[in-house]
């Protein structure tokens, strides 16, 4: 696609249930990363993936967070018993190098926990 | 600790008036450094990239500096517009083993008023 694609824009859940986040990067870009961002606050690192492998996951903030890039291409991000801190929007960004080109972000994906 | 600290945290200006945003960083080792502009609800986009021996660069009414001796960078709006109004975001690269390592600032939120 042109650029990168985030669904949902919009995810309202009840506490504790499972959500999943998908992120379709730019084509042919191998780096694609997820961060989350608080209202006020700037992007926070999650997870990095370069191809199909996690190149670094140092960001996840526990077990619950889980993330997938099964073909180098598509990823989901996994959120298991979601809590009421986890509401924030998530983004994702991809690059065609190995991070040290530009990075293309997604518009969000914003998810309330209720 | 890889930090990026930016600075004002919010300012308002007129329109047609001159800024100049802030951001100090520690984090080694250096690979790049990054202004991105962040309209509210999207994602945000990217204005500059700079390596260590780049001193300015400049993108239509937007110039970033970088002095990496003193791990110090800003950005100058000329003649500021409403379209403006939005966060702006400092991204400091460091070079790591599996790829680039992206420590993102708070932001600078920016409200341009008429």
């Known amino acids: ?114 | 600790k890889n930090q990026v600290e930016q600075s004002p945290q919010s300012l308002i200006i007129l329109e047609g008036k001159n800024c100049t945003l802030q951001c100090n960083y520690t984090v080694s080792p250096f690979s790049n450094l990054r202004w991105y502009k962040q309209d509210t609800g999207r994602g945000p986009v990217s204005l500059t990239i700079m390596t260590f021996s780049e001193n300015t660069k400049s993108n239509g009414r937007y110039t970033a500096t970088l002095d990496a001796d003193t791990k110090q960078s800003s950005l100058h709006i000329t003649a500021s517009q409403l379209s403006d109004s939005a966060s702006y975001i400092c991204v400091v690269s460091a070079i790591k083993n599996a790829g680039n390592m992206l420590t993102f600032g708070g932001g600078t939120r920016l409200m341009v008023k008429p």
Do not use: M
């Open chain 1, 1 to 114: 696609g042109a650029g990168v694609s985030q669904t949902p824009s919009n995810k309202v859940t009840e506490k504790g249930k499972y959500v999943e986040l998908r992120c379709d990067p730019i084509s042919g870009h191998t780096a694609l990363y997820w961060y989350r961002q608080s209202l006020g606050q700037g992007p926070e690192f999650l997870i990095y993936f370069q191809g199909t492998g996690a190149a670094d996951d140092s960001g996840l903030p526990n077990d619950r967070f889980f993330a997938v890039r099964p073909e180098g291409s598509v990823s989901t991000l996994k959120i298991q018993r979601t809590e009421r801190g986890d509401s924030a929007v998530y983004l994702c960004a991809s690059s065609s190098t190995r991070g040290t080109g530009e990075l293309f972000f997604g518009e969000g994906s914003r998810l309330t926990v209720l």
